[in-house]
Every structure is written in C-alpha cells, then in structure tokens.
C-alpha cells in the first residue's frame, strides 16, 4: 500500500486546513487508517485515525471538538478536517494504515505497519 498525503500548508491560528490521504496499491477496505503528527526531536503523536469497514474514530484528546476524520469510498482516500486550528498544532502530519486494527491498538504508531510521507502543518499566532 502506498500512501500520498497532502493538504498542508501555511494559516493562522483559528484558521482551517484539510489533509488528504490517498491510497494506492490497494483499496482501504478492512483497513484503519491514522493521523499522527511529530514535530522535530519529538515522539509521534496520535491525532486520528478511523475504522473502514464500521466507522469506528478515535481521536487525542488535544484534538478532539476540533479536528473530524473522514473516508471517501470512491476516491479511496481518508480526510482530516481540522478546524479552528491553534499555534501549538504546527508539525509534521503523517498518515498511516494497516489491516485488522482493534479499537484498543488504533492511537498506537507501532499497529500501522504503511506510512506515507509528512505534510507540514504550520500554525501561526
């Protein structure tokens, strides 16, 4: 499975962006798909992530009230909708999937075996 992320980019605080994740390679289905984000000499961190075949979301509790994760079936790809967006939200956002996520596994990195590369995220006061 190869992952294409996009949608970063540069807005001030309060502002909205929405991040892509494409697949390819594969259809998601029975597949979780996350956001993390990690910022330079920092540990990855769980923002998101989303259950193909039940809906089932999980999201940090940093985020949560803010950001909304989405699939898309027909273009197969995952959304992250984050809105109202603050200073400390800048970093790098990855995304990430694998098959056959539990709901107790899904905000842990080492479950998503696929990772696409980073968009950055920046957040300006």
């Known amino acids: 499975v190869q992952l294409q992320a996009s949608g970063g980019g540069y807005v001030q605080a309060g502002g909205s962006l929405r991040l892509s994740c494409a697949a390819s390679g594969r259809t998601f289905r029975t597949y979780t798909v996350a956001w993390f984000r990690q910022a330079p000499g920092k540990e990855r961190e769980f923002v998101a992530a989303i259950r193909w075949n039940d809906r089932v979301t999980a999201y940090s509790q940093s985020v949560r009230g803010r950001f909304t994760i989405s699939r898309d079936n027909v273009e197969n790809t995952v959304y992250l909708q984050m809105d109202r967006l603050k200073p400390e939200d800048t970093d790098v956002y990855y995304c990430?999937?694998?098959?056959?996520?539990?709901?107790?596994?899904?905000?842990?990195?080492?479950?998503?075996?696929?990772w696409g590369q980073g968009t950055l995220v920046t957040v300006s006061s």
């Open positions: 990430a999937t694998s098959q056959g996520v539990i709901i107790s596994a899904m905000k842990n990195p080492t479950t998503y075996h696929y």
